[in-house]
């Protein structure tokens, strides 16, 4: 931590951590990604210049204490080429930065620049609080071009650019490699949901073990499924889905569960934050790619990518996911503010030093500058690149405002449901209440 970086005190958070990141992982994905320890108060400033021109922008972003080491290492390296610009920086875990962020928003005070998530970027623009960075694009202050993969599309809404993305993700099947080999079972891609039903049957009648974690509230999973059926989860304005496909979704996650291809929800649930896969419940589940980095760290297996099942054989409804930096309507920087965020999604020293701690580098030139040595992020880089090479990514329908509230519910409900706390109908009901109240609609 480099002294005079940080506003107000550090605290720790105890005994928290892992559970969650686990819980927020699962319901905001590459969004979420990587929960932290430590967090910082409040963070003032005023953001103005001094007497030499140099001006000060505030940075808020959320993750843990390595995230804010990588993090400070950056902004050295920005703040030596512009010597004129000084960072602020302040860092909380997921839930925190919000409730913190809300706050400051709703004051006129937010900082100048911040960590954001697709599911955030209707609902902030509706309260007049993001900055359409258009014009300095304009102005030549911030490049968007470079990006792979389509991925400069990714924070624009309505026509409006507000956000840029640092890093990318993708839904993949991560696996216990050992167990799928003894099952016998060879995920490829274009596999379809009736050869994952008969994969998760072989692995348990073969190996004694659950093929799958379970998908009551992977919200991205069943995303990429109703994207399969020309459909999706979210439109601009709202649910793109009926009570009736929830309903449908939910009552197979269940009898998969009764019939032991899923693991039991209860088990699951007793050993968090440990994942089932790792503690050697089920022998594979859903997550974002560059998660894969958690299962080697818990647990004693190797572990790998496999493919998204299909409904047809061809079309899986993946997309890239992206943490990406916006910037507050308020500040009164927007130039600076342009700079210090082409400098961190462009500059290879940025990703030799932030590596796939915010996903797979967005740009060429950082996605080439880093060369993963670790047989885990090589693993995530391929996965990526055949996504690409098999031209199966789509574009992402921006989510609409009160996106967040409908994500939280869906994964509450949907344990309930795990738990036994609600039937299918009940849950099913729930969640389109509390989601039409969210959206307005």
């Known amino acids: 931590m480099r002294a005079g970086r940080w506003c107000g005190e550090v605290r720790t958070v105890v005994n928290g951590r892992n559970v969650e990141r686990r819980t927020i992982l699962k319901a905001a994905g590459a969004t979420a990604a990587t929960l932290g320890l430590a967090a910082t108060t409040g963070c003032g400033g005023d953001g103005g210049a001094s007497a030499d021109g140099t001006v000060t922008i505030r940075y808020a972003w959320w993750g843990a204490e390595d995230r804010a080491q990588r993090i400070n290492k950056t902004i050295a390296l920005f703040e030596k080429k512009y010597p004129k610009i000084k960072v602020k920086t302040d860092f909380q875990p997921y839930l925190d930065f919000w409730k913190k962020f809300n706050t400051q928003a709703s004051g006129g005070n937010p900082p100048d620049v911040f960590q954001n998530a697709i599911g955030f970027l209707r ?42 993305p640092v890093g990318s993700n993708s839904m993949s099947l991560v696996i216990d490699k050992p167990v799928y080999t003894r099952a016998g079972v060879k995920p ?15 692995i348990r009648d073969r190996t004694g073990r659950a093929g799958d974690s379970g998908m009551y509230g992977v919200m991205y999973l069943y995303d990429l499924y109703l994207r399969q059926n020309g459909k999706a989860f979210f439109t601009e304005k709202g649910l793109g889905f009926t009570e009736s496909d929830l309903t ?46 958690r299962y080697t760290s818990e647990g004693k297996s190797e572990y790998g990518l496999a493919p998204i099942p299909t409904t047809d054989g061809k079309k899986t409804g993946q997309y890239l996911g992206s943490l990406m930096l916006s910037a507050s309507k308020r500040t009164r920087h927007p130039k600076e503010v342009a700079q210090f965020i082409d400098f961190m999604v462009h500059d290879p020293e940025v990703a030799k ?30 996965y990526e690149e055949s996504l690409v090479e098999a031209g199966v990514l789509e574009p992402i329908t921006p989510h609409p405002n009160g996106a967040d509230i409908c994500e939280s519910a869906f994964l509450r409900i949907a344990e309930e449901l795990a738990l036994g706390k609600r039937s299918v109908d009940e849950a099913v009901q729930q969640f389109f209440t509390e989601s039409k109240t969210a959206l307005g609609t």
């Open 123 to 164: 609902k902030y623009d509706a309260k007049n609080v993001l900055l359409d960075l258009s014009e300095q694009v304009e102005a030549g202050n911030l490049r968007m071009d470079g990006f792979r993969a389509g991925l400069e599309k990714f924070g624009e809404v309505d026509g409006k650019l507000l956000g840029v």
């Open 188 to 202: 490829e891609l274009g596999w379809t949901w009736d050869d994952f039903d008969a994969a998760m049957r072989r």
């Open 248 to 293: 449908d979704w939910w009552t197979k996650a269940e009898k998969g569960v009764k019939d032991g291809r899923y693991a039991d929800p209860k088990k699951v649930a007793q050993i968090k934050p440990k994942s089932a896969v790792s503690a050697e419940l089920a022998g594979s589940e859903f997550t974002w790619d560059n998660f894969t980095v």
């Open 353 to 382: 030093i932030m590596g796939y701690d915010r996903g797979v580098p967005a740009t060429q030139a950082q996605y080439d500058a880093y060369k993963p040595t670790d047989e885990v992020n090589k693993a995530i880089a391929a």
